[in-house]
């Protein structure tokens, strides 16, 4: 790039706001560790910051920190009548450790350190006071010098120390020694020191830079000298390149290359956040940190990308930008806009209102406006044409000065004859086309603003449109949001569903896949297509030069280059010069150099502290950490040296092919499961690229009935069991011995008591049976009785009879009779009968008695009857017994069972058989 062009802008920076480091607005002293972090000496403590968040440590007495120094793995910091440094412990933690409390009774009164530096063994700290030098052995050492003290340097492994009255001196010897005293000096605020060209270049405040050669102080021919008197210098960084940056209290910072002239000034008027430069830093990347009075800024050197900023919103959101005849032009929102040869931007009177295109044409200039078409000459405008809204131009093939413009309501064609170019409205069609490329001379493919794809052809003369069709049926893809772009002589689309192209043949619009493979299928072109360098927007608002030729690099930009200044929906690069691209933005455009290398590396992420149940713990990650089931882990990591990154991790025990982004840059997991865990984390970009992994290795402690204590206490519960088991067993067996006995016991008391029954049964049972035989006998000596008196009756019967029959044969009747009544005397016996009944009762035991209460109308007669019936006797048997005849029996047995109210099918034997 040209020393003219580069002057116009600004390399690219980046701001932090109060909002985002949420301290104090003042911001005393910057610098940047080795290992990528950054610190900052801020109002309320010392910030600290990994490329991603910001933290603030407050030092015990919570003073405000005025100078700040990283020094290999220590942070060293100064502030009101203290100095001494941080350290992270195995934590992961910085803490502070003061060194000036060793030598607190040296320490002046109100003295705050302002100013920290390296020197040989040792770190320098200096107030308006005093110097300390300690040194890493742990000595300190004061020096007091006799004026107060600007600033101190270090050049060549030589401390210098500049004061405000009584010039520079040097330290040696563990003393101060004057080296420079000119009354150029006196009462100067010298800020720097620094080798130039081998000599000495003094940088001052309010008189510029001077040099130091052969004992001699001059001033510097230098452009800056005038600036930084105006604006008060506060700061001084040589950069790695020679080039110099001054940072001034009114009006932000200056580059200047390494003769002091202006190559870059970045201001609150061209986006910095605030002009007041306190402090300034630069890195080993390359990176201008500035600690300002309201906010952090950083400056990146090392991108060979520039920004033009209009933050005063009078440019607006830029459409197209061109390079016409050496001039900058702006396409906006608000009209059109140049970037004179002062660097200022300039309105085009009358250019009011939209701009949506801007290109040369034979070599004239055409300008695509919300008003028509218009052209450029001499910063004016000239209509071409009325009809609103020029979007796109494109020339007809193999046609000279003949061109096809899309618009708000269709079709223009253009064309110069005599030097005069004049425009014809091709009314076939009043839709917005907003996309055009030609397929050949008479057909052209044009997309709809919002909806459709169409093939148009025109006449020979290009006077008329002779057909248009309409594709949005020619395969499968939404008709929404079409770009359409001609690629190395294929007629290509983007669509919502990826990239298509046109199938001549079979006249149908089929996948691109060569280009969903290469682009991505959400990328879309945002440059023109027919150059070698394709220019796209991928995923995630990153900007990607693609080549179509095999031997080109490809460069990729990341949005944190352009974040929400993007024209979303109208991304338009433009080319410069041969290398040289210009990317419209809001309030903006930036110039892209294709020829840089833009790659950055990533560097793979440190964990910087482990939290157990939100306690941080010492770690080491050579080891396994472990934690209790149902804890929480958490796992903080950082990658300062890398650029616009996010962190994404992975389980490698689940899914190691499964990376899940970090909020943040901290890892919180719960609920695990026990069991070993990988627990892989790596830095990415948003231009796809990852660094290497770090890993850490996770122990869940089983539950505590799964661990050593559990097994123990299972095998003890095991032996208890088997302890209790063995003496419930034998008590057991007591018991059911003591059972047994007691059973047994009772089984023979049961047997004796059985036997005792059976012995009681039998012995009733031989009474019974004895009663019975006595019954029987009883019974039989009654029958016998019954029937010895039957026998006797049935004689004296026959006696009576006899008698009867030779009553004549006595002499004497008296007599007769006397031996006649006895004889019936004997016959009918009471005394007889009552034996009988008494013997009766006895083995019939309560006949009479149920009988009488039965029947209560029986007669002594039918008792005695009933009596000789129970006995089993015959009426035969029954009827001398009664002294009646049998016939007579019967006769009273009849009436005998009336009196009973038997059945006719009772008999009167069965029934007194049966009483009981």
């Given amino acids: 790039m040209s020393q003219t062009l580069i002057a116009q802008f600004t390399p690219y920076f980046q701001n932090y706001s109060l909002s985002e480091y949420n301290a104090g607005n003042q911001n005393w002293g910057v610098s940047r560790a080795e290992n990528g972090l950054l610190y900052v000496a801020n109002n309320n403590g010392l910030l600290e910051y990994d490329g991603i968040k910001w933290d603030l440590l407050e030092l015990p007495n919570k003073t405000t920190i005025r100078s700040v120094f990283a020094y290999k793995n220590l942070i060293y910091t100064g502030s009101y009548e203290e100095f001494g440094y941080w350290k992270k412990n195995f934590k992961g933690t910085l803490v502070y450790n003061s060194l000036s409390d060793a030598i607190k009774d040296k320490i002046s009164p109100n003295e705050e350190i302002w100013q920290i530096l390296p020197f040989k063994e040792g770190i320098a700290f200096r107030s308006f006071l005093n110097v300390y030098i300690y040194k890493f052995n742990g000595e300190i050492r004061k020096i007091k010098p006799k004026s107060i003290v600007i600033s101190c340097s270090v050049v060549d492994n030589k401390l210098y120390v500049a004061t405000l009255h009584n010039g520079i001196y040097e330290f040696k010897n563990n003393e101060l020694v004057l080296k420079i005293m000119d009354k150029v000096l006196d009462n100067t605020k010298v800020l720097f020191i620094t080798n130039y060209k081998g000599k000495l270049l003094i940088i001052t405040s309010l008189k510029g830079c001077l040099i130091y050669e052969n004992n001699t102080l001059k001033p510097l021919d230098f452009e800056i000298n005038d600036i930084i008197r105006q604006h008060l210098l506060n700061g001084f960084s040589l950069l790695n390149n020679g080039n110099m940056a001054f940072g001034t209290i009114k009006d932000g910072i200056y580059f200047t290359n390494n003769k002091g002239k202006v190559i870059f000034h970045i201001n609150k008027g061209n986006g910095l956040i605030n002009n007041t430069v306190l402090s300034q830093y630069i890195d080993s990347d390359n990176k201008l940190w500035l600690g300002l009075d309201n906010g952090i800024a950083c400056v990146d050197l090392n991108n060979n990308n520039l920004f033009f900023n209009d933050v005063s919103g009078r440019l607006g959101a830029v459409y197209d930008v061109i390079k016409y005849k050496g001039v900058i032009y702006l396409g906006s929102n608000t009209g059109l806009f140049y970037l004179d040869k002062g660097n200022t931007l300039q309105f085009v009177k009358g250019s009011q209102g939209q701009v949506w295109n801007l290109k040369e044409i034979e070599g004239e200039l055409f300008c695509g406006h919300n008003e028509g078409t218009f052209l450029v000459k001499d910063y004016t405008l000239k209509l071409v044409s009325s009809v609103t809204g020029g979007w796109v131009i494109k020339k007809i093939p193999e046609q000279n000065n003949t061109y096809i413009q899309g618009t708000y309501t269709g079709l223009v064609r253009l064309k110069k004859t005599n030097n005069i170019w004049k425009a014809k409205r091709l009314g076939e069609t009043t839709m917005p086309i907003k996309y055009l490329v030609f397929e050949n001379q008479n057909t052209a493919w044009v997309a709809h603003a919002y909806k459709g794809l169409y093939k ?63 682009f991505g299928r959400d990328s879309y072109i945002i440059s023109e297509e027919d150059v070698n360098q394709l220019v796209l927007k991928t995923t995630n608002n990153a900007i990607t030069f693609k080549s179509l030729l095999n031997n080109e690099k490809e460069i990729s930009l990341s949005n944190n280059y352009f974040e929400n200044r993007l024209i979303v929906g109208n991304e338009n690069v433009s080319k410069i010069n041969d290398s040289i691209f210009a990317l419209n933005l809001n309030n903006g455009f930036m110039l892209i150099d294709s020829k840089s290398d833009s790659k950055t590396k990533l560097y793979k992420p440190t964990i910087d502290n482990i939290e157990i ?67 892989l984390f790596r830095t990415r970009n948003y231009l796809g690229r990852s660094s290497k992994v770090s890993k850490i290795q996770l122990n869940v402690l089983p539950p505590w009935y799964k661990d050593t204590i559990g097994i123990v206490l299972y095998l003890v519960l095991i032996a208890l069991s088997i302890g209790a088991f063995y003496y419930y067993n034998k008590q057991k067996i007591k018991r059911e011995q003591r059972l047994l006995k007691i059973k047994y016991a009772k089984e023979q008391q049961e047997i004796v008591r059985e036997k005792n029954l059976e012995n009681e049964k039998r012995i009733v049972q031989l009474k019974n049976e004895s009663l019975s035989n006595e019954v029987k006998l009883k019974s039989k000596q009654l029958a016998n009785t019954a029937l010895a008196l039957v026998k006797k009756n049935e004689t004296l019967q026959d006696i009576k009879k006899e008698l009867a029959n030779n009553k004549d044969s006595f002499d004497n009747q008296y007599a007769f009779k006397k031996i006649l009544n006895k004889v019936d005397s004997s016959i009918a016996h009471k005394d007889e009968w009552k034996v009988f009944e008494y013997n009766f009762n006895q083995v019939h035991e309560d006949f009479f008695k149920s009988l009488k209460s039965k029947h209560s109308n029986l007669t002594p007669k039918d008792l005695k009857i009933c009596a000789y019936i129970k006995m089993n006797l015959s009426n035969k048997e029954i009827a001398p017994l009664m002294n009646v005849s049998v016939r007579g029996l019967e006769t009273h047995r009849y009436r005998l069972k009336r009196k009973l109210e038997l059945e006719n099918d009772i008999s009167v034997s069965d029934y007194l058989t049966n009483l009981n």
């Fill in 456 to 518: 148009v052809k025109f006449d020979k003369n290009y006077d008329t449109i002779t057909n248009i069709k309409n594709y949005n049926t020619k395969g499968v893809f939404s008709d929404f949001n079409i770009r359409v772009y001609k690629i190395k002589n294929d007629i290509c689309f983007k669509t919502n569903d990826g990239w298509l192209k046109y199938e001549s043949i079979l006249d149908t619009i089929v996948s691109y896949d060569l280009l969903n493979k290469n």
């Fill in 613 to 679: 149940d939100k306690g941080l713990i010492d770690f080491d990650l050579n080891k396994k950490i472990s934690i209790k089931l149902n804890s929480s882990f958490g796992v903080s990591v950082s990658s300062p040296k890398s650029n616009n990154h996010f962190f994404e991790y992975s389980i490698l025990e689940l899914d190691s092919t499964k990376w899940k982004k970090l909020e943040k840059n901290k890892l919180e997991l719960s609920s695990l499961k026990d069991g070993t865990y990988t627990l």
